[in-house]
């Protein structure tokens, strides 16, 4: 599938972006496990500021060099991600990464 018609697919309607339930909808696509690492390893790589949406300006930036996107290329992309994850200076950005999503969810009043 081309990259755009795969952003089209999941965006929202009448926005320019993938919002949580489009996330959910690829990563279950993809065979992704969402109580899993994946999908932040995938929200890693299209280095989303926000959990669990992605903009036009991240897909198109992380997807420019790909003519078709499969399961295949996902795939990949992942295990990628995971490889990285060996070499210390990497771990330590995708905890920091990680972390800030934590720490946006958490109120800060009871």
């Given at each position: 599938?081309?990259?755009?018609?795969?952003?089209?697919?999941y965006?929202?309607?009448?926005?320019?972006?993938?919002?949580?339930?489009?996330?959910?909808?690829?990563?279950?696509?993809?065979?992704?496990?969402?109580?899993?690492?994946?999908p932040?390893?995938?929200?890693?790589?299209?280095?989303?500021?926000?959990?669990?949406?992605?903009?036009?300006e991240?897909?198109?930036?992380?997807?420019?060099?790909?003519?078709?996107?499969?399961?295949?290329?996902?795939?990949?992309?992942?295990?990628?991600?995971?490889?990285?994850?060996k070499?210390?200076?990497?771990?330590?950005?995708?905890?920091?990464y990680?972390?800030?999503?934590?720490?946006?969810?958490?109120?800060?009043?009871?």
């Amino acid at each position: 599938m081309l990259p755009i018609s795969m952003f089209e697919k999941y965006k929202d309607k009448d926005e320019n972006y993938i919002s949580p339930s489009g996330f959910e909808a690829l990563a279950s696509d993809l065979g992704l496990n969402m109580n899993e690492v994946d999908p932040l390893l995938l929200a890693w790589h299209f280095r989303c500021a926000n959990m669990g949406f992605i903009t036009s300006e991240e897909w198109t930036s992380t997807t420019k060099d790909f003519e078709e996107l499969d399961n295949t290329v996902f795939e990949k992309i992942i295990q990628n991600e995971k490889s990285s994850l060996k070499e210390k200076s990497q771990l330590k950005l995708f905890y920091r990464y990680s972390g800030e999503f934590v720490v946006g969810c958490i109120p800060t009043k009871y």
